[in-house]
């Protein structure tokens, strides 16, 4: 099995969907009474490891320093989602897709718009 080396335009938009779907998620979620507030300290908890000195492998080393704050952020994300209670969890994404979907049925916001001159 190989993976393709250069993903397509729509394979790119769909990650970045994909991603922002799942911050999108982690805010509800953290918004949430229903969620206990001791789940709600775990993505911050990841927050702290990326900001202070102390690292599992030093940002002075390169990318690999970066890549274990990304991979300790990404898996506190996670974590806070598979231990949030599922019919929670269920509800949100439902409303996500619902308003993706909505999104993607056409509807137009109208607007607009006009071109700012900034020499004068």
């Given at each position: 099995?190989?993976?393709?080396?250069?993903?397509?335009?729509?394979?790119?938009?769909?990650?970045?969907?994909?991603?922002?779907?799942?911050?999108?998620?982690?805010?509800?979620?953290?918004?949430?009474?229903r969620?206990?507030?001791?789940?709600?300290?775990?993505?911050?908890?990841?927050?702290?490891?990326?900001?202070?000195?102390?690292?599992?492998?030093?940002?002075?080393?390169?990318?690999?320093?970066?890549?274990?704050?990304?991979?300790?952020?990404?898996?506190?994300?996670?974590?806070?989602?598979?231990?949030?209670?599922?019919?929670?969890?269920?509800?949100?994404?439902?409303?996500?897709?619902?308003?993706?979907?909505?999104?993607?049925?056409?509807?137009?916001?109208?607007?607009e718009?006009?071109?700012?001159?900034?020499?004068?």
């Amino acid at each position: 099995m190989s993976s393709n080396p250069n993903p397509s335009p729509t394979q790119r938009l769909n990650l970045v969907a994909s991603v922002i779907n799942r911050l999108r998620l982690v805010v509800r979620l953290l918004r949430d009474p229903r969620v206990p507030l001791y789940l709600k300290l775990v993505p911050f908890a990841s927050l702290l490891y990326v900001v202070l000195p102390i690292d599992v492998v030093p940002d002075v080393i390169p990318l690999l320093g970066q890549l274990d704050d990304v991979g300790i952020v990404v898996l506190a994300v996670e974590a806070f989602i598979m231990m949030s209670p599922q019919h929670v969890v269920q509800e949100h994404l439902a409303d996500i897709e619902a308003s993706a979907q909505n999104a993607a049925d056409g509807t137009v916001i109208d607007g607009e718009w006009h071109r700012v001159n900034r020499d004068r």
